[in-house]
Structures are given as C-alpha cells and as structure tokens.
C-alpha cells in the first residue's frame, strides 16, 4: 500500500504537536469531539432543508469508547462521514492555514503558543496518540474506507468495512515516558470530566459507558461493578443557560473551545431578548489583536444560528466595521434556515439584531471603560485604532457612537485619556481642546509648537498615530469644543506678552518678504513669533490641512503630493534673530544662508525631510568657520 506524504505545512506542524511539551494536551478531546459535532450539523442541516431526508434525533449522538487493554480511545460519530477523496483534502493538509504563517512570524521554541492559540483541530490527536486511525462512511455512500498515519511519516488510505455513516477516530495513546503520565487519558474518569470540561454544550448527546458500583440487588453489602451507557453532557448551549449558572471559567472556556482567540477575552456580553425580535448571544470583546487583525485578510463576523442550528460561521451583517473585533454567537428563533447570504442581508429581523448589537457592545465598552479602566486601556491600545477608523469613515456617521470611546495620551496626565476627561477639566478662558500630532510621545513633547500652549497651563492631546487626526477632523468638536492643532497659526490664546505687536511687525516687514523670497515658495509666510521661548524658529500653518496630514497623506500609495501651506515662524525675542537681524543689514550673502538653514531646522523639528541634506550641512560648516 502506498505511503502518501503530508503537504510540507502539515508536516512541520505535525512534528510540533508530537515533540512539544505541552501542558494543555487534553483539548485533542475537544476537537474530535467538534469535529463529530461539525459532521452532525451538516446531515441535520441537509435534513432540515431537504424533504427526502428525515432525521431522526435519536439516531445522532457521538460515543466514546476506552479500551485499556489495547491502549484506545475510539471516538466515533454518525455525522455525514468522508469520501475517499475528502479523508485525503481533509486530513492530509493543515486545516487551519492562517496558523503556519502565524507560527513562522511568532516562532517560539517548543510550540507551545501555536497549539494553545490555534488548537490545531484534527492535528492534535497527535498529542496524545503515536497512531490515528479514521474508518468513515460518507452519507449516501456504499463505500467506506480507513485512514492511518502513525505521525509525520505520512498516511495511507485502504478501502474497509463499517455499518452505517459516520466517523470513528481510533487513538493509539502513546506510552508514558518521564515527562508524561499518557495513563490518564485511558481512566473513564479523566475523559468525563474533560467533557464536562470543554464540551458540555455540544448539542448531541456524547455518550460513554461508564462503570458504577452498585448493590448487588437482593443484597445488603455485596457490591458489583454496572455499566451502563450515559450521557455526560448537558447538551444546553451555554448561550440558552442562565447567566447565574455560570462562571466566567465558563465563558473563558468557550472562548477557547470556539477558536475566536487564543487570549482571554477583557469582557464578556450575555444577553437573552424577547421582543421585536428574540435571540440569545454571547459576544467578546477580546484583549489582543489577531495576528492579521490589520490586514484585509482579516475577516469579522459572529456566528448565526438560527434556533439552535449553525446556518452562518461568520455574519459580517451583525457587526459593524468599526466592531469588527468583537466575536461570539448569535441565535434566534426568528430567522429562517433555508436562508441565503444575499436575503439575510436585506432580513428586517436580522437588521434588527445587528442594531441592538451594536448598542450592547458599545454600552459594554462604557461600562469597562468606566468600571476597569485597566483592562479597557489594554483592549484600547490593541483596538483603538479600529474606533478611530470607525469615526473617520463614512464621513463620520458613526461619530456619536464612538466618540465617548476614544483615548488619547494627556501632557498633564502622562496616560490615557477620554475626551470628556480633558472637557471637564479645561480652565474656563481656555476654548479649545489642544492636541499636538507626532510620530511618538517623546517627539510631540520637544515640539516647539507646545510650549505656549503648555506655559498657559492648558493639556495637550497628543496624536501619535496616522489616522487621529484625520478622525478628529471628522468629529471636529466634543462638547461643543471644537480641536485645535497646537501648529496652527491662530491658537486663540491671548496674551499680550506673547501678541507681536505692530511696530514690531513694521519694523521687520522687509526682512521678512526678503526671506519668504530666498525660499521661493517652500513657505507661504515667514513672521514674526513670540510664542516661542528656547526655539528659534517653526513651522505653523494656515488652512485645513495641517503639517502632519500633509505627511501621512504624502507617505500613501499613489499620493497626490498635496501641501500644507506652512508658515514660518521666527523668534524675535532669540538671540539668533538679532544675527539674523545684522545679516540682513549688512551681509546679503550670510543672510541668505542663514535663511536657508533657520528653514531647514524647522523641517528637521517638524520631522519633515530636507531636500538637499548635503547643502544643509555644508551650510552649517560655513557658519561654524
Ligand atoms: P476544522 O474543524 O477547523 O475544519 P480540523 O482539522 O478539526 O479543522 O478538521 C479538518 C476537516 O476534516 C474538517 O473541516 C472536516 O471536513 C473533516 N473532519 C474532521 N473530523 C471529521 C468527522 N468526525 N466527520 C467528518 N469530517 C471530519
Ligand atoms: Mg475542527
């Protein structure tokens, strides 16, 4: 018989969950035991949609089997079992692909994270067991065949017997060595409980013959061993359980079970309504983000049921964009099954849904923000960015819905801050909320730009990723005040030391024009500034578009190379201005160069590139001779 190889992903992955020491090596159980269900879903579903097949709930369940002599553990299902073909797609490559990448940009030396993260599905019998055999029967087959891979070698495939559809997984539990009691998973005892454990809602029933002690009937102390087939699930879907019964372990647990992370979630939102509309969900708003969260891979969506049956694995209609990282499952008498993608998106009742959704996450965000600040800080800095596109997009119609959301870093506070956190504190003649863009908190702070602002005792905001100030343009006030850029030309701080005054701005009116001429456009204004105490020169601007969009939007694929008009603002209180001063009057040519490099400092402040590098610094040697 021939030896088929796994595909090179598979192998590599294969050999992780043999030689990895890991601790969590009874979640193979969870699964397998996923899988049956998955299997049992999908004749269900088939039955539920097709009048020439009946189902009979009775006839659908999964069993497990222990055999301690031979070392065995046989799970097996009357799912709608695999082809030839499909034993081959389904089981010879790494189901899920995301995972492999992950691996090779996270790489860890045992593994562990992987496994923990992903819970590699089928693959991880592996852990467990040195040899994994499969016997299927697809539906509506006369065919059956066998399965065998003892590990990274490769598998076979073999034509064999079996009564009726469905699945059987064959575990040979590995030996136990010195890091590993394999014992364990062969005690009826340690497979109930992680049943319990994992599985508990599983809708079929898992069942297993378990042995109980019992009186020996017609007698008083004669004991002997009954065994007796029982179910050791609850089988009520912990989203139609009470939330009274139970614990957060509960929801940690079937966050993991469910793959929708592999961290712990920082709120869970359970909610059973009865109205308009009657679902029961859970949601999560996880902690982390997904490894290809920022990418257009990623794609979002909760799982739809419709009545206790699975018709969607990820509803992209339930969450809005700006929500995407919120995963869970929904499930509502009110939809119907035979659905399709394209009427569900148009159902009233789904729509209904979603718009509740997003009321419920968003009140869980408040509340988190309010009552945990530490973790709602921890998801911020993981999904900020996420809000923040979702006030910029759709030319902010969903601003009111996240605004109470955002956090931005204080100069007062040095953390995070809400919008309304730095409102209610603003001194009563301040009339903007300040914020400063920059590519990283220590950059923003050494900006000439925020001294007046900070000397007048008033907190800045500052801006440290592309995308907030486009967003807070969009919102353009908060409390009716409006944001104010600390670059931009008019700040509307008065203060008569700071206010040039007009003699001042006579006085020096040629010097200026001469200079605004040297730069030949790069500037729209060169003038006279006070609002400056150790800088001598920056960059302000007039207009909507500030210094740091006209960066961002200049650093994007096909740019349209737009400009801020800059203004130039000299310190006529510095010393370098008096320099400046006596070139003009008396040396053309260092006046000239002196220009040139004031103009330069204030782009290399500003974090913007200089044209001509060279020129700058041998601009600089001149002056130094
Ligand atoms: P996933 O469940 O995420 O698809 P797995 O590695 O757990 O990934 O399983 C791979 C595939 O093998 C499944 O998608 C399914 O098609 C098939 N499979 C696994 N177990 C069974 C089973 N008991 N019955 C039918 N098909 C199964
Ligand atoms: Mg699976």
Same mark, same amino acid.
């Given at each position: 018989?021939?030896?088929k190889?796994?595909?090179?992903e598979?192998?590599r992955?294969?050999?992780?969950?043999?030689?990895?020491?890991y601790?969590h090596?009874?979640?193979f159980?969870r699964e397998?035991?996923?899988?049956?269900s998955?299997?049992?879903d999908k004749i269900?579903?088939?039955?539920l949609?097709?009048?020439s097949?009946t189902?009979d709930?009775?006839?659908?369940?999964?069993k497990?089997?222990?055999?301690?002599d031979?070392?065995?553990?046989?799970?097996?299902d009357?799912g709608?079992g695999?082809t030839k073909e499909?034993?081959?797609d389904?089981?010879?490559?790494?189901?899920?692909?995301?995972s492999?990448?992950f691996k090779k940009?996270?790489?860890t030396e045992?593994g562990?994270?992987?496994i923990?993260?992903?819970?590699?599905?089928?693959y991880?019998?592996?852990?467990?067991?040195?040899?994994?055999?499969?016997?299927?029967?697809?539906?509506?087959?006369?065919?059956?065949?066998?399965?065998?891979?003892?590990?990274?070698?490769?598998?076979t495939?073999e034509?064999?017997e079996?009564?009726?559809?469905?699945?059987?997984?064959?575990?040979? =539990?590995k030996?136990n060595n &010195?890091?590993?009691? !394999? $014992?364990e +998973?062969?005690?009826? #005892?340690?497979?109930?409980?992680?049943i319990?454990?994992?599985?508990?809602?599983?809708r079929?029933?898992?069942?297993?013959?378990?042995?109980e002690?019992?009186?020996?009937?017609?007698t008083?102390?004669?004991?002997?061993d009954?065994?007796?087939?029982?179910?050791?699930?609850?089988?009520v879907?912990?989203?139609?359980?009470?939330?009274?019964?139970?614990t957060d372990?509960?929801?940690d647990?079937?966050?993991?079970?469910?793959?929708?992370?592999?961290?712990?979630?920082?709120?869970?939102?359970?909610?059973s309504?009865?109205g308009?509309?009657?679902?029961?969900? =859970?949601?999560?708003i996880? &902690?982390?983000?997904? !490894? $290809?969260? +920022?990418?257009?891979? #990623?794609?979002?969506g909760?799982e739809?049921?419709?009545?206790g049956?699975?018709?969607?694995?990820?509803?992209?209609?339930?969450?809005?964009?700006?929500f995407?990282?919120?995963?869970?499952?929904?499930?509502?008498?009110?939809?119907?099954?035979?659905?399709s993608?394209?009427?569900?998106?148009?159902?009233?009742?789904?729509?209904?849904?979603?718009?509740n959704?997003?009321?419920?996450?968003k009140n869980?965000l408040?509340?988190?923000?309010k009552?945990?600040?530490?973790?709602y800080e921890?998801?911020?800095?993981?999904?900020?960015?996420?809000?923040?596109y979702?006030?910029?997009?759709?030319?902010?119609?969903?601003?009111e819905d996240l605004?109470d959301?955002?956090?931005?870093?204080?100069s007062?506070?040095?953390?995070?801050?809400?919008?309304?956190?730095?409102?209610?504190r603003?001194?009563?003649?301040?009339?903007y909320?300040?914020?400063a863009?920059?590519?990283s908190?220590?950059r923003?702070?050494?900006?000439?730009?925020?001294?007046m602002?900070?000397?007048k005792?008033?907190?800045?905001?500052?801006?440290?990723?592309?995308?907030d100030?486009?967003a807070?343009?969009?919102l353009?006030?908060?409390?009716?005040?409006?944001?104010?850029?600390?670059?931009?030309?008019?700040?509307?701080?008065?203060?008569?030391?700071?206010?040039?005054?007009?003699?001042?701005?006579?006085?020096?009116?040629?010097?200026?024009?001469?200079?605004?001429?040297?730069?030949?456009?790069?500037v729209?204004?060169?003038?006279?500034?006070?609002?400056m105490?150790?800088?001598?020169?920056?960059?302000?601007?007039?207009?909507?578009?500030?210094?740091?969009m006209?960066?961002?939007?200049n650093?994007m694929?096909?740019?349209?190379?737009v400009?801020?008009?800059k203004?130039?603002?000299?310190n006529?209180?510095?010393?370098?201005?008096k320099?400046?001063?006596e070139?003009?009057?008396?040396?053309k040519?260092?006046?000239?160069l002196y220009t040139n490099v004031?103009?330069n400092?204030?782009?290399l402040i500003?974090?913007?590139?200089?044209?001509?590098?060279v020129?700058?610094?041998?601009?600089?040697?001149?002056?130094?001779?």
């Amino acid at each position: 018989m021939e030896t088929k190889q796994f595909k090179a992903e598979s192998k590599r992955l294969l050999d992780l969950m043999i030689n990895s020491i890991y601790t969590h090596r009874e979640i193979f159980l969870r699964e397998l035991i996923s899988n049956s269900s998955d299997a049992i879903d999908k004749i269900y579903y088939k039955a539920l949609t097709d009048d020439s097949i009946t189902f009979d709930k009775d006839n659908y369940y999964i069993k497990i089997y222990i055999d301690k002599d031979n070392r065995t553990i046989k799970i097996s299902d009357t799912g709608i079992g695999m082809t030839k073909e499909e034993l081959d797609d389904n089981l010879g490559v790494i189901a899920k692909s995301g995972s492999l990448k992950f691996k090779k940009e996270n790489d860890t030396e045992d593994g562990h994270d992987i496994i923990g993260q992903f819970g590699v599905g089928f693959y991880s019998a592996f852990l467990v067991a040195d040899t994994v055999t499969v016997i299927s029967k697809a539906f509506g087959s006369d065919e059956a065949y066998k399965w065998e891979s003892k590990g990274v070698e490769g598998y076979t495939i073999e034509p064999c017997e079996k009564d009726s559809a469905g699945t059987d997984i064959i575990l040979k =539990i590995k030996e136990n060595n &010195e890091d590993e009691n !394999y $014992d364990e +998973y062969l005690e009826e #005892y340690t497979i109930k409980s992680i049943i319990k454990k994992y599985s508990d809602f599983i809708r079929y029933p898992i069942k297993m013959d378990v042995t109980e002690r019992k009186l020996k009937e017609g007698t008083e102390n004669e004991y002997e061993d009954i065994i007796e087939e029982k179910t050791i699930n609850s089988r009520v879907p912990i989203w139609r359980k009470n939330k009274n019964e139970l614990t957060d372990e509960d929801y940690d647990n079937f966050y993991a079970e469910k793959h929708y992370g592999y961290d712990k979630p920082i709120k869970h939102i359970h909610v059973s309504v009865d109205g308009m509309v009657s679902y029961n969900s =859970i949601l999560y708003i996880p &902690e982390k983000t997904p !490894y $290809d969260f +920022y990418t257009k891979d #990623y794609e979002k969506g909760l799982e739809l049921y419709s009545n206790g049956v699975m018709i969607m694995n990820k509803c992209s209609d339930l969450v809005p964009d700006y929500f995407s990282f919120v995963k869970g499952i929904v499930d509502s008498e009110d939809l119907s099954l035979n659905i399709s993608r394209e009427i569900l998106q148009h159902d009233r009742q789904l729509k209904l849904i979603a718009k509740n959704i997003k009321t419920q996450i968003k009140n869980g965000l408040l509340d988190t923000l309010k009552n945990e600040r530490d973790k709602y800080e921890k998801f911020y800095n993981s999904f900020g960015r996420q809000l923040k596109y979702g006030v910029y997009s759709e030319f902010g119609a969903h601003k009111e819905d996240l605004q109470d959301l955002l956090m931005f870093y204080s100069s007062k506070e040095k953390k995070l801050v809400t919008l309304d956190e730095y409102v209610s504190r603003m001194p009563e003649d301040q009339k903007y909320i300040y914020y400063a863009a920059g590519e990283s908190i220590e950059r923003i702070e050494k900006l000439p730009q925020t001294e007046m602002v900070s000397d007048k005792g008033y907190e800045i905001l500052y801006f440290t990723e592309d995308i907030d100030e486009f967003a807070i343009r969009m919102l353009m006030s908060y409390k009716e005040k409006e944001f104010k850029s600390v670059s931009s030309g008019d700040l509307g701080i008065e203060d008569k030391d700071q206010e040039v005054t007009e003699s001042e701005e006579k006085e020096n009116k040629d010097l200026f024009e001469s200079m605004k001429t040297i730069l030949d456009g790069k500037v729209k204004t060169v003038k006279a500034s006070k609002r400056m105490k150790k800088y001598p020169v920056c960059l302000s601007n007039e207009g909507d578009l500030t210094i740091e969009m006209e960066k961002v939007l200049n650093s994007m694929p096909n740019n349209e190379n737009v400009k801020a008009e800059k203004v130039l603002e000299i310190n006529i209180n510095h010393d370098v201005f008096k320099s400046l001063k006596e070139a003009y009057d008396n040396d053309k040519d260092k006046f000239n160069l002196y220009t040139n490099v004031l103009y330069n400092q204030a782009l290399l402040i500003e974090g913007l590139p200089i044209n001509d590098p060279v020129e700058f610094t041998n601009n600089i040697c001149k002056i130094m001779k």
